[in-house]
């Protein structure tokens, strides 16, 4: 598996699993609703992450970075749950592996499958 279909894949997982987490500890807590909800993008995210455009390394460099550390001081301040922890640890796997395609400058890997 290439490292940008990875990338793609994590965060399509991540899009999916942030709204489904309602399912399964209610809409009771604002703390967790918002951030599913928002969570969702990163399903679009994951989609953009499987076209070949370089753009889209940026937004799956970027984007989970910023969340990931949001989520960081979530674990610190709140009471996080083990979804919080599966979510910022792909968002922390994610950023570094779109980093390294853009800096690399080897998106051959991405392109030739």
Same mark, same amino acid.
């Given at each position: 598996?290439?490292?940008?279909?990875?990338?793609?894949?994590?965060?399509?997982?991540?899009?999916?699993?942030?709204?489904?987490?309602?399912?399964?500890?209610?809409?009771?807590?604002?703390?967790?609703?918002?951030?599913?909800? *928002?969570?969702?993008?990163?399903? %679009?995210?994951? /989609? &953009?992450?499987?076209?070949? #455009?370089?753009? =889209?390394?940026?937004?799956?460099?970027?984007?989970?970075?910023?969340?990931?550390?949001?989520?960081?001081?979530?674990?610190?301040?709140?009471?996080?749950?083990?979804?919080?922890?599966?979510?910022?640890?792909?968002?922390? *796997?994610?950023?570094?592996?779109? %980093?390294?395609? /853009? &800096?690399?400058?080897?998106? #051959?890997?991405? =392109?030739?499958?």
């Amino acid at each position: 598996m290439n490292l940008r279909k990875l990338a793609a894949f994590l965060m399509i997982y991540s899009g999916i699993s942030h709204p489904s987490q309602l399912l399964i500890y209610g809409t009771d807590d604002p703390q967790l609703v918002t951030p599913a909800l *928002i969570g969702t993008s990163f399903f %679009f995210i994951g /989609l &953009f992450l499987l076209s070949n #455009k370089r753009a =889209a390394l940026w937004v799956g460099a970027i984007i989970p970075l910023l969340f990931g550390l949001g989520a960081s001081y979530r674990l610190v301040t709140q009471d996080p749950n083990i979804m919080t922890y599966i979510h910022t640890a792909i968002d922390f *796997i994610v950023s570094p592996l779109c %980093f390294y395609l /853009l &800096f690399q400058g080897n998106d #051959k890997q991405s =392109a030739s499958t």
